[in-house]
């Protein structure tokens, strides 16, 4: 139906041709398609190191540039001066090889959630911080543990320094694996004990290996994994001093509460530092999390749960769902900036808008979600760092943390569940500084909760058609309801109609072709049936 030109990555030059230019963004340079220019680049790096900081009180004004501006709200006792520099870490007794490993991955100067955060937890202090999607809170609370577990795992000799002593929880696999790769970065020449935790750590664990030989100086985790293995007993958090809860309002929800309590239990020394980090946290969350801590700092950085100014936003109505398709199809069919994330409700129907995508001929499109096998979720995000994958559908398991650094735009294909699935799905882009764009399908059943949508757009200086503003504010009882819209399994009717058809003519004995065209999958998508390898490497180069 849409044809598109494939234009090969030439992969092994590590060079990209300049009709594929829109990877230069992902180096740092403008958004729009233009030749390279050195100026906006450097421009760019300059806005991102250096927001607005107002403190608490209005005490100080730091104006840059007014794309970037970040107010950032402090609370608390006794609060440490913030750090202007990497440099200023110097007073803190960091080690020397953490500067030139901050320095030789890119990181010169601190963004404004580090330039806050960094001191308080280096300063002993429990922490809560709020800072918008692509930010840098990653290394907010890597510096700080680093710098604090300055001996590495294989100097130390003391008893009481066995086991963990710094834990991370993330809500997924692939958050954990992207932290540990930080960690790596900022480990690199010394030997640090990162673990990332999976079956296979907790397997060994459980296989009798003791504290002191499996058990890591810095542990990255989803809740589950590490639940799992502190109730076989094989895992002990007496040691932890840092326990940090990246995403902390999705840790506090109740999929998680009670496997966090268990954790936040089983880590008891009594010097246990604890911080909470997301770029969204409601009001309930907060509360929870404020009642977790002793004597905290809260730290907000821009407007609490809103986006960055960088992102652009637009709500487009796309009448019901049947629409969808041709409305994403008739857009991809104009020139677009990949790499593009776009979001569904469920897995299924990530499974069936990829393969109606690679139906109608769009090039290079990659499948994430969570019913996936590990190996083709590893494969998936891979494909989508190296550049391979240029349309990714997805689920709310890419919503958060994820750092494709090049990805442009974010298309909400189903309508987000809440305020906050919305801002963490729409900050997979304008990360890091760069500016993105995020366009929200919606349809009649969705119309009850677009106001609460149009109030973040609006917040973030965007606008929204008139009448949107004017609709009712949603009850309580419909925003609990936000995104529990019953949608079909496939987002093609038609192709659900063609499959019967087929069925009950192979029945009838007619020709297998058309059962062929009607069952067309990309391999690796966790459901349905398998494409011919033919197909599958026609549309999905490697
Ligand atoms: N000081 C810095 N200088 C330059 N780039 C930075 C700096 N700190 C972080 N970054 C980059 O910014 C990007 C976003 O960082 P990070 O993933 O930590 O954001 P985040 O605030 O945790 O986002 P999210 O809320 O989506 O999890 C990353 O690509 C990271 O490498």
Redesign the pocket.
């Known amino acids: 139906m849409h044809s598109k030109k494939i234009i090969p990555l030439n992969s092994n030059s590590g060079e990209i041709p300049l009709e594929l230019d829109f990877f230069k963004y992902a180096q740092g340079s403008h958004g729009k398609r233009k030749l390279p220019d050195s100026t906006p680049r450097e421009e760019k790096r300059r806005k991102?190191?250096h927001g607005e900081r107002v403190e608490i009180n209005t005490i100080q004004i730091e104006e840059k540039k007014p794309a970037t501006v970040h107010r950032v709200a402090v609370k608390g006792e006794s609060i440490p001066p913030h750090m202007e520099s990497f440099a200023a870490l110097k007073t803190y007794s960091i080690p020397s090889h953490m500067l030139s490993n901050l320095a030789s991955s890119?990181?010169?100067?601190?963004?404004s959630?580090?330039s806050y955060c960094v001191p308080i937890l280096l300063e002993n202090r429990d922490l809560v911080a709020i800072?918008?999607?692509?930010?840098?809170?990653?290394?907010a609370y890597l510096i700080p543990i680093f710098s604090k577990l300055a001996v590495p795992a294989s100097s130390s000799k003391t008893k009481t320094d066995t086991g963990a002593r710094a834990m991370i929880i993330v809500p997924t696999r692939e958050l954990a694996h992207q932290i540990h790769n930080?960690c790596l970065k900022l480990a690199q020449g010394r030997k640090w004990k990162v673990v990332l935790f999976s079956k296979a750590t907790a397997n060994a664990l459980s296989q009798g290996g003791a504290q002191d030989n499996v058990g890591g100086y810095i542990i990255i985790s989803t809740p589950l994994r590490l639940i799992a293995a502190l109730q076989g007993g094989s895992l002990e958090l007496k040691n932890v001093q840092h326990l940090v809860l990246?995403?902390a309002d999705r840790m506090l929800d109740t999929e998680f509460m009670s496997q966090i309590q268990e954790i936040v239990n089983s880590c008891t020394n009594p010097n246990l530092q604890k911080a909470l980090?997301?770029?969204t946290l409601p009001s309930g969350a907060e509360k929870i999390a404020m009642e977790m801590l002793h004597n905290p700092i809260r730290v907000v950085v821009g407007l609490k749960d809103t986006p960055l100014p960088l992102i652009s936003q637009s709500l487009t109505y796309v009448a019901d769902d049947p629409s969808k398709l041709p409305s994403l199809l008739t857009y991809l069919a104009q020139p677009y900036n990949p790499p593009i994330l776009v979001f569904t409700s469920t897995q299924t129907r990530a499974t069936s808008l990829a393969e109606e995508l690679v139906l109608n001929s769009i090039s290079n499109v990659g499948c994430l979600h969570a019913g996936m096998t590990q190996k083709e979720r590893e494969d998936a995000v891979s494909r989508m760092r190296k550049g391979e994958s240029w349309i990714m559908v997805t689920t709310e398991v890419m919503a958060?943390?994820?750092?494709f650094?090049g990805v442009r735009e974010v298309i909400n294909y189903d309508f987000p569940t809440s305020v906050q699935s919305y801002v963490?799905r729409i900050?997979?882009t304008g990360?890091?500084g760069r500016e993105g764009k995020a366009i929200t399908f919606f349809t009649d059943d969705d119309a009850p909760y677009l106001k609460m949508i149009a109030n973040v757009i609006l917040q973030s200086g965007f606008s929204v058609p008139e009448w949107i503003t004017r609709l009712p504010k949603p009850s309580k009882m419909k925003r609990r309801l936000m995104g529990h819209v019953k949608r079909p399994e496939a987002v093609n009717p038609a192709r659900i109609i063609g499959r019967r058809d087929a069925i009950k003519k192979r029945c009838r004995g007619q020709p297998r072709f058309f059962l062929h065209t009607n069952t067309l999958t990309l391999q690796g998508y966790g459901h349905g049936l398998k494409a011919s390898k033919k197909q599958s490497r026609s549309h999905y180069p490697q």
Do not use: I, N
């Open positions: 991102f190191h890119g990181y010169t100067e601190p963004t959630v580090q800072s918008p999607t692509g930010t840098g809170k990653t290394l930080e990246d995403e980090f997301s770029a958060r943390g994820m750092d650094k963490h900050g997979r990360r890091a």
